[in-house]
């Protein structure tokens, strides 16, 4: 067995209590995972290769009453507890050092009744495992653009992605869920049921408890989709972007756009001349009939001189796939997010001049087009923030390793403060460990109140603290 950093010393971590871990042991249904077992390394590394941390104990859940015995661990042993979906939060909140990971992912089944028009799945399902499932019966949760990504914090955070001017967030299809709040009780929420719990975890995260399982409502989709992306040299980006803006102002809700700015990949469907070349794409959805989203499509494709037109029609679960290349685990990465209401003549020109400036091949930010469904939710209905902004900004630096990092890191702050003027609100899901003001801003001062009275009634003492944290007392 290659030795570990725990093995060479690196990492002198908290030893759990050997009487509490034989509680736990003798009634835990899933894996139980210490530092210096063999499979340690694989579980306590996530998906943000950056991220590096020891905890004491993996605990890999098979059912709730695993989910209740953890988090009795967890105040028994008073050590941090962090909660794992999918790992993929950006700044690393479902791993600490010295603590319990309570771990989802063998949680990841999913239940769709076709006829209902309902799926149920367990909070370790990955977004291609739920449209895996509902694409079958031709039906669709809508949800984010990389299918590794769990669905878990995904939804807590609100959940944006192709489907989203037709069918909304992903929260506004939730139906309900099942929870274990920090007392180690038991709870569902819905609209009847624990109303004010329902409407927290609508984009609150995981302040408020466990979800073990999450129900939605299915709408219908494809599974033929008209998608994919159209990609013209990165100097055009100006022009681009503004023919994009004004185009866009009148589309149908069918219609999800997201610009792209990066240096085109080595992939199959490239031409190798175009590889590495600086590019701006706009990558499309029409969650409609084929034909209708060719007339739709038409003008963005005859627009200048694309390098290449990757738009065709394509099963949604090729669609869903297509970024998994560009973000996969164990790359290093950072990002600054921010939403802005449109895309301003000054916007435009602020996105162009600092993209040409991106180094890393690996850098691919997203720039997501809100709008349609999104926007017809009341402000107060949901936590989730930002419902009227025009665009979320999604801007990242990878690198492969730590080489380079730091510089590339630098660069996406220096796009994300040249934006600033601009800024009208930020996705909490894309926030890095910035802080309880900034998660304050995220939500907005009323509903961060409305929020802070919830914790206190569900985790008054702060247990559930690594996440997009509302303080209960402060
Ligand atoms: C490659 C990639 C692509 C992405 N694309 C999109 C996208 O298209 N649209 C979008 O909206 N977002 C997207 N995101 C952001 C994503 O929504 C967040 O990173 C989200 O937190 C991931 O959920 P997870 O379960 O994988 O994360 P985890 O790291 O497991 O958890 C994230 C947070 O949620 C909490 N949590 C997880 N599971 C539970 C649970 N069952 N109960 C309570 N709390 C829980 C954790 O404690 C942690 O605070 C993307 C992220 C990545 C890395």
Known sequence: MPMTQIDAGVHEGVKLDQAAYARIESTFEGELIRPGDPSYEEHRKIWNGSIDRFPALIARCRGVPDVIAAVELGRETDLPVA??????????LSVCDDGIVIDLGLMNAVHVDPEARVARAQAGVRLGELDRATQAFGLAVPAGIVTTTGLAGLTLGGGIGWLMRKYGLTIDQLLSVDLVTAAGEFVKASES?????????????????????????????????????????????????????????????????????????????????????????????????????????????????????????????????????????GYWYYFRSCDVAELTDEIIDITAEHALRLESPLTAFPIFQLGGAVGRVGEGDTVFNGRRAGHTFNINATTETSERF???????????SALAPYHTSVYANFLMDEGEERTRQAYGAEK???????????????????????????
């Not at 909660?83 to 690393?92: A, I, L």
């Not at 730091?406 to 994300?416: G, I, S």
């Not at 961060?448 to 402060?474: G, V």
């Open 193 to 329: 049921e624990n109303a004010d719990l329902f409407w927290g975890v609508r984009g609150g995260g995981g302040n408020f408890g466990i979800v073990t399982e999450f129900e939605f409502r299915l709408n219908s989709l494809g599974p033929i989709v008209l998608a994919g992306p159209i990609y013209w040299p990165m100097e055009d980006s100006p022009a681009v972007l503004r023919f994009y803006r004004d185009w866009i102002a009148d589309m149908p809700d069918e219609l999800t756009t997201i610009v792209i700015h990066r240096k085109a990949p080595p992939l199959p469907a490239v031409p190798a001349e175009m590889h590495g070349r600086p590019v701006v794409s706009v990558a499309v959805c029409y969650a409609g009939p084929i034909e209708e989203g060719e007339k739709v499509v038409r003008p963005l494709r005859e627009f200048g001189s694309p390098l290449l037109d990757l738009c065709a029609p394509k099963p949604f679960v090729d669609l869903q796939s297509m970024f998994d290349v560009s973000f996969p685990p």
């Open 406 to 416: 730091d510089e590339e890191r630098e660069w996406a702050r220096t796009l994300w």
């Open 448 to 474: 961060h109140d409305r929020l802070r009275a919830l914790k206190r009634k569900y985790d008054p003492e702060n247990f559930f603290r690594l996440n997009q944290n509302i303080s209960p007392t402060q």
């Open 83 to 92: 909660v794992r979906g999918g790992g993929h939060s950006f700044p690393g």
